[in-house]
C-alpha cells in the first residue's frame, strides 16, 4: 500500500507545491519522472545511433555524430531560454502571481516562434560551410548535410516541445513531460525502423524520423495544456510580447542559452579535434561515448532540474535555507548513482558499446576514451546538482560564466594538448573532461561560500 501510495505521488501531473514537507521525499519524486523524461530523451537520440550503426558504416555513424552535435547546440539555446522561462514560473508560482505567469508564457512561447522561422528559412543556406567547420570526415559529408538539413528544416517541433516542458516543470509537474517525450521516443524508434531499417534512407532518415516524433509529441503537449489548468489559454491572441517579461527571461534564460550552446560549440572543437587525430572510427567512438554519457548523466541531470524547479520555488516563496537544503538533499543522492556508473562503465565499458556498434575496431577504441572519461561520472554530480541550484537561484550568469570558462579554457585546450602529445591516444585524451568539471566545482564553491546566490 505504501508503495503504491509513493508511486501514484511520483506520477501525479499538474502543478504542486514545493515549499512545503519533506526535502528528499518531494526532491525525489519531483526528480524520478525528471530522470525518466531524461532517460527516454537520451534513448531518443541513442536510437538514431543504435539503428543506423547496425544498418550502416564508421562513416553512417560519424555523419549522425557530428550532425547530432550541431543540431544539439541549436537546442541548447533552446532549452536554455526554456529554463529561464520554467525558473520565472516557478517563482511567480511560488509567490502566487498569475498575471505574471501568464505574462511569461505567452512572451516565451512568441520569441521561440520568431526564432524558429527564422532558422528554418536562413539556415539551410549555410549548411555546407557548417559540416565543413566541423571537420567531418570525406566519406561522411553528404550524410552529415541531409542530417543537419532535415533537422533544421524541422526545428519548430524541438522548440514546441522544449516550451512546454518548461511550463510543466515550472508549475512543478514533471510527470506531463516524462509522458510525452515517452510518446516522441516511441514514434522516432519506429521511424526509424521504417525509414533507416528498411527503407536504407541512412543518417537522413533518422533525422525524418526525429522531426516527425518531435512534432507528435509537441501537438499532444499542446492539446493537453489547453485543456489543463495552466494559466494560458494558448490563443493566438494571447501570443504577445511583454517587454518586461521578455528583458527578464532574456536576464536568466539567455545566459544559459549561451552557456548550453558554447559548450556544443566546445564539443565540436573536440569532434574535429579527435577526428583529425583517428578520422571516422575516433570521431565515431566520440559520438557513442556522448550518447553512452547521456544516459549516465541521467541522475545529475535529473536531480540538477529538480533542484531548480524546487529551489526555484522556495526563493520565490521567501525561503533560503530550504533551497539551500534541497541543494545538499540532491548533491548526496546523484553521488550514489555516479558512483556505481563510474565503476560500471570503467571495468565494463565493452558490454555498453556493444550496444551501439558489432565493429571490434570501433568497440576497442571507444573502450579506450571511456574508460577515463568516466572519472567525470563522479565529478559531474557536484557541478550539475550546484548548477541548479544557482540557476533556481536566478544566477544563471555566473553558471555561463563557470561553465563557458571550463569548456574553453579547460576542456577545449586539454583536449588539443593530450591529442598532441607523442603516442597520444583515445585514453590520455578522454582525461580533458573531468579536469574541466573539476574547475568548475571549485569555482562554485566560492561562490557558495561567497554568499552570492542570496543577492537578488
Known amino acids: 500500500m505504501r508503495a503504491a501510495k509513493f508511486l501514484r505521488g511520483i506520477f501525479t501531473s499538474g502543478a504542486q507545491s514545493l515549499t512545503e514537507g519533506s526535502i528528499p521525499l518531494l526532491l525525489t519524486r519531483y526528480a524520478i519522472p525528471f530522470m525518466g523524461a531524461n532517460f527516454l530523451q537520451a534513448l531518443y537520440g541513442a536510437a538514431d545511433m543504435i539503428i543506423v550503426g547496425q544498418f550502416t558504416d564508421a562513416a553512417g555513424l560519424s555523419a549522425v555524430s557530428i550532425g547530432s552535435q550541431f543540431i544539439f547546440m541549436i537546442n541548447s539555446v533552446v532549452i536554455g531560454l526554456a529554463t529561464g522561462g520554467s525558473i520565472m514560473i516557478g517563482h511567480s508560482f511560488g509567490g502566487g502571481r498569475e498575471k505574471d505567469i501568464s505574462e511569461t508564457i505567452g512572451t516565451m512561447l512568441s520569441l521561440f516562434i520568431m526564432m524558429s522561422v527564422a532558422i528554418t528559412l536562413f539556415l539551410p543556406f549555410f549548411t555546407d560551410s557548417i559540416v565543413t567547420l566541423l571537420g567531418t570526415p570525406q566519406e561522411a559529408f553528404s550524410s552529415a548535410k541531409g542530417y543537419i538539413t532535415i533537422n533544421t528544416i524541422g526545428i519548430s517541433t524541438m522548440f514546441a516541445y522544449n516550451a512546454l516542458s518548461a511550463i510543466f516543470r515550472g508549475f512543478g509537474d514533471s510527470t506531463s513531460p516524462l509522458i510525452f517525450v515517452a510518446v516522441a521516443c516511441i514514434a522516432n524508434v519506429l521511424g526509424d525502423i521504417a525509414l533507416v531499417g528498411a527503407l536504407g534512407m541512412g543518417a537522413e532518415g533518422a533525422a525524418l524520423a526525429t522531426v516527425l516524433a518531435q512534432g507528435l509529441s509537441a501537438f499532444l503537449s499542446v492539446v493537453y495544456a489547453k485543456r489543463a489548468d495552466y494559466r494560458f489559454d494558448f490563443k493566438l491572441s494571447s501570443l504577445r510580447i511583454k517587454a518586461e517579461r521578455l528583458k527578464r527571461l532574456l536576464r536568466v534564460g539567455l545566459p544559459m542559452a549561451i552557456q548550453f550552446s558554447l559548450t556544443g560549440i566546445s564539443f565540436m572543437f573536440i569532434m574535429a579535434t579527435v577526428s583529425k587525430m583517428g578520422g571516422v572510427t575516433a570521431s565515431a567512438a566520440i559520438g557513442i561515448t556522448s550518447k553512452i554519457n547521456g544516459f549516465t548523466m541521467l541522475p545529475p541531470v535529473s536531480f540538477s532540474g529538480a533542484i531548480s524547479g524546487m529551489v526555484a520555488q522556495n526563493i520565490g516563496a521567501g525561503k533560503p535555507k530550504r533551497a539551500r537544503r534541497t541543494l545538499y538533499a540532491g548533491t548526496a543522492i546523484s553521488l550514489a548513482f555516479g558512483a556505481a556508473t563510474f565503476v560500471g562503465l570503467f571495468f565494463f565499458p565493452q558490454s555498453v558499446i556493444r550496444i551501439f556498434t558489432p565493429d571490434v575496431g570501433l ?94
Do not use: E
Not at 561553465?403 to 594538448?417: K, Y
Not at 590520455?428 to 573539476?438: D, I, K, Q, R, W
Open 363 to 456: 568497440i576497442a577504441a571507444t573502450a579506450l576514451y571511456l574508460r577515463s572519461f568516466s572519472l567525470d561520472c563522479i565529478l559531474v554530480c557536484f557541478v550539475f546538482c550546484l548548477n541548479g541550484f544557482f540557476n533556481g537561484c536566478g544566477k544563471t550568469a555566473f553558471t555561463m560564466a563557470n561553465n563557458v570558462f571550463s569548456a574553453f579554457a579547460v576542456r577545449v585546450p586539454a583536449t588539443w594538448l593530450l591529442s598532441g602529445i607523442r603516442g597520444a591516444s583515445l585514453f590520455s585524451v578522454g582525461f580533458a573532461a573531468p579536469l574541466a568539471s573539476l574547475q568548475s566545482i571549485i569555482f562554485s564553491i566560492l561562490y557558495l561560500k561567497s554568499g552570492g546566490w542570496k543577492k537578488k
